[in-house]
C-alpha cells in the first residue's frame, strides 16, 4: 500500500468509553488516479478503524 499523507499529532478523548469525533483538516492530499482509497486510523503504529474514500476527478465535482 502507498501512504498519500500521514497527519501525526495528539488528540485527547473526553470519555474514552464513549464514541469521540475527531476532525483533521486536511490540504493539498495529492491522489495518483481516480478510485476508492482506503483511510486508516492508527494509534502508536497500531489500525483501529478505517473508512473508504471515492476519489472522482476534479472536473467532475466542479459539476456537483
Known sequence: SQVILG???KVKADDRNKVNEFIFPIQRAIFPSPGTYTLTFNIGGVPVGSR???VIPQSQTAMS
Open 7 to 9: 497527519i501525526n499529532g
Open 52 to 54: 473508504l474514500l471515492e
